[in-house]
């Protein structure tokens, strides 16, 4: 099993993601012979063309793509610049958990809500700051520049970045490469830059590509605080699928390879621009600057960072208040009434969803840490890291368009006959799932000193009882880290539930964004509220079950160094 689990590993992430692109390719040449059409032809690339918007929709996907990407690499070196190795590190690291944990639609949600025009942030500053008695007239909210768009993803993407650049400090030696450069004078955001950062970014380079695939092809996020018209082109795709015209799908699948090149253009220019980047930063690196504008980079980073925190945090508090606000009259701080009313439809509605989202989490993760603890098992017993086509295909799923293969996967499994429910939904679900599994648990798994083996073989333990009686339980915590990361992860699927499912498997997710069309604050923010509980309670578990399993042992806990 130990030996096969690589191969099935990278099946499961490359098949899916080959089967669903041909089966997006071939129909948007004209040939789909379930639907009457059995001759190649143009007709649908000519009609996706000539589609009213379709060129905004294609700038917008790919300025989202870079930017996104940009802001938040800056952000997440920022923030490891100004904090590394200082007493807030610590804090750092604990409130990446919780950022990460919330689903992207719910903190698109808490975004908006914050935001608006009418939002808690206008109410906290109103009228004593602004003078505002009643909501400006200004379109903050779904705009047409999709500022508000990179503005959601971008809290979710650095949380992502800080996480996939954590793992490598160490590999790196990134303390001695700090002491070292602070020891001959240079200041601590030079030090970083020059120093710790040409060895790091080699490591984040397939993170940051992930970052540009995801932000230039997302759809949940974009439907809540995305322009409407033209909307992004996966938005645009997705309507196109869901046309009762069936005709339409040959669009949709002329469009979802439009998408492929979006984001294989967006990641080509960021190639380039590394190389331009690389090579115009040659002089500044060996030019000997000691601290060159490093006292107002480390005051932005120190109040970019709480910003982003507290912007998290009252956009879910605002979350909160509209889901038990009765009465919330503009500009009060408060609801001038209380209500349970919202949750109490919730609860009428909820169970459905609420128990196909936690077992279809469940059985996704579940599924994934098997086979990724018996992947960097079978890397321990070879005492051969993985090569590196394993760790791309990793990351394969996260570099490709979900509407992209997921679409064609739908096409496929409808000329297969196969079902549209709950299983498919899940099978769906381990194609995204397992690299995050994966990518949280390697480096703890790899960093375990292996002194542990040895010592209860010479105890008299079996290969198999050093693993499951010591070793297994002295990695609890990473692997209940990992397990929760998975769960968060399938909990916040949006586009796969939807078309794999075909709209009969109903997820808080699914419900919360079908909801955003409807403009009911108060239903939204009910539903939005218990699609974010969900992941956090799983986080809160993960942190505090080794902590009470081994309350008499916290020597358990040190298994990792």
Known sequence: MLRVAPYLVAAILTGPVLAGSLGALIPSFGFLPSLGHDEFGLDAWRALLDWPGIG??????????????????????????????????VWLRQAIAPMLAVPHAAA???????????????????????????PPDLLIVQDEWGLSLMAGLVMKEVPFLLLMALAPLAQIHAGERMRLARSIGYGRISAWFKSVVPALYPLLRLPVYAVIAYSSANIDVALILGPVSPPPLAVQVLRWSNDPDLDFRMIASAGAILQFAVTAGAIALWILAERCIGWLARGWLVSGKRRTGDAGLATLGRGLFPALILASV????????????????????LPGRWTLAHWQSVAETAGGPVAATLWIALLTTLLSLVL??????????????????????????????????????????????????????????????????????????????????????????????AFWRVRLPMLLTPLLTA???????????????????????????????????????????????????????????????????????????????
């Not at 949600?109 to 935001?115: G, N, P, S």
């Not at 009418?118 to 109103?126: D, I, K, N, P």
């Not at 490709?400 to 099978?427: K, W």
Request: hydrophobic letters at 55%; a positive charge; glycine letters at 10%.
């Open 314 to 333: 009252l956009g879910i508090a605002a979350l909160a208040l509209n889901a038990f606000a009765r009465v919330w009259r503009f500009p009060d701080a």
């Open 483 to 561: 397990f929760a990361v998975g769960t968060a992860i399938s909990i916040g699927q949006y586009l796969v539930t939807r078309l794999l499912g075909a709209g009969r498997v109903e997820t808080v997710t699914t419900e919360a964004i079908a909801l955003a069309a409807g403009g009911d604050r108060r239903l939204i923010g009910a539903w939005a509220l218990t699609q974010a509980i969900l992941p956090v309670a799983g986080f809160a578990l993960a942190l505090a079950a080794p902590r009470l399993i081994w309350r008499n042992r916290r020597g358990m806990l040190g298994g990792v160094r």
């Open 108 to 134: 698109a949600f808490a975004l908006a809500f914050l935001i608006a025009p009418s939002g808690f942030l206008a109410r906290l500053l109103s009228p004593w700051a602004t003078g505002w008695q009643r």
């Open 56 to 89: 905004g929709s294609v700038i917008l996907s790919f300025a989202s793509g870079i930017l996104t990407a940009g802001i938040s690499l800056l952000l997440a070196l920022l923030f490891l610049a100004v904090f590394f190795e200082t007493r807030a590190f």
């Open 372 to 465: 990724v603890v018996c992947v960097l098992e079978n890397e321990r017993q070879r005492d051969v890291r993985s090569g590196r086509i394993l760790e791309f295909l990793i990351y394969v799923p996260l570099l490709v368009p979900q509407i992209g293969f997921i679409f064609g996967l739908v096409l496929l499994a409808e000329l297969a006959g196969a079902p549209p429910g709950g299983g498919l939904v899940a099978a769906g679900h381990v194609i995204f799932v397992l690299p995050y599994v994966y990518l949280s648990l390697s480096e703890a798994y790899r960093r375990q000193d292996p002194a542990w083996t040895k010592i209860a073989r010479t105890l008299g333990q079996s290969a198999a009882g």
